[in-house]
T-cell receptor, first 115, second 110 residues
Framework: GAVVSQHPSRVICKSGTSVKIECRSL??????MFWYRQFPKQSLMLMAT?????????EQGVEKDKFLINHASLTLSTLTVTSAHPEDSSFYIC???????????FGQGTRLTVV | QKEVEQNSGPLSVPEGAIASLNCTYS??????FFWYRQYSGKSPELIMF????GDKEDGRFTAQLNKASQYVSLLIRDSQPSDSATYLC??????????FGKGTHLIIQP
């Protein structure tokens, strides 16, 4: 199946700093990338949808100035958590459907801990 | 607001028995339905997908879809301890991406 590579898998940062998470589609072009967040024992919650070459669409309640999404190429989308706070500690996962497909292939996820 | 409902469990099943996982969804226009397995601290992995009413079998897994009743289920035959995980039901909303249920925590007892 298609592969989505996500890095880093784990990051610990200080409160107030920024963290960038990268997702790359390795063997297909991802015109759309979905970014999810998952708190412990909770389901995946869609944060935003990024589309190559255009602005991301954010779900209600997600601060677009705090969670910066860039999808500058067909194989790379990034999520930057700016001015991170302990409440931003979570598991962040990206996913992308190959062109013409409806199923989602997930990155490995990033465990963010803000101290 | 699209909703996907699952019993959070835990659902405990003896090894070798059939595990039955259920899911209901609110959007009658949904077309694609997925079951993902997620181990603790890991990303979800696709188990099955189903588009048409009826049953779809793949090895020990069978997905069942009933669009009239708006439910989808996953049966796991000959359950193994390695099947212990959280199973996420997901519904495709086209350009809106997948809407996930909260997941059912399945425990297979040796």
């Amino acid at each position: 199946g298609a592969v989505v590579s996500q890095h880093p898998s784990r990051v610990i940062c200080k409160s107030g700093t920024s963290v960038k998470i990268e997702c790359r589609s390795l063997d297909f072009q991802a015109t759309t990338m979905f970014w999810y967040r998952q708190f412990p024992k909770q389901s995946l919650m869609l944060m935003a949808t990024s589309n190559e070459g255009s602005k991301a669409t954010y779900e209600q309640g997600v601060e677009k100035d705090k969670f910066l999404i860039n999808h500058a190429s067909l194989t790379l989308s990034t999520l930057t958590v700016t001015s991170a706070h302990p409440e931003d500690s979570s598991f962040y996962i990206c996913s992308a459907p190959p062109a013409g497909g409806t199923e989602a292939f997930f990155g490995q996820g990033t465990r963010l801990t803000v101290v | 607001q699209k909703e996907v409902e699952q019993n959070s469990g835990p659902l405990s099943v003896p090894e070798g028995a059939i595990a039955s996982l259920n899911c209901t969804y609110s959007d009658r226009g949904s077309q694609s339905f997925f079951w993902y397995r997620q181990y603790s601290g890991k990303s979800p992995e696709l188990i099955m997908f189903i588009y048409s009413n009826g049953d779809k079998e793949d090895g020990r897994f069978t997905a069942q879809l009933n669009k009239a009743s708006q439910y989808v289920s996953l049966l796991i035959r000959d359950s193994q301890p390695s099947d212990s995980a959280t199973y996420l039901c997901a519904v495709n909303g086209g350009a809106d991406g997948l809407t996930f249920g909260k997941g059912t925590h399945l425990i297979i007892q040796p």
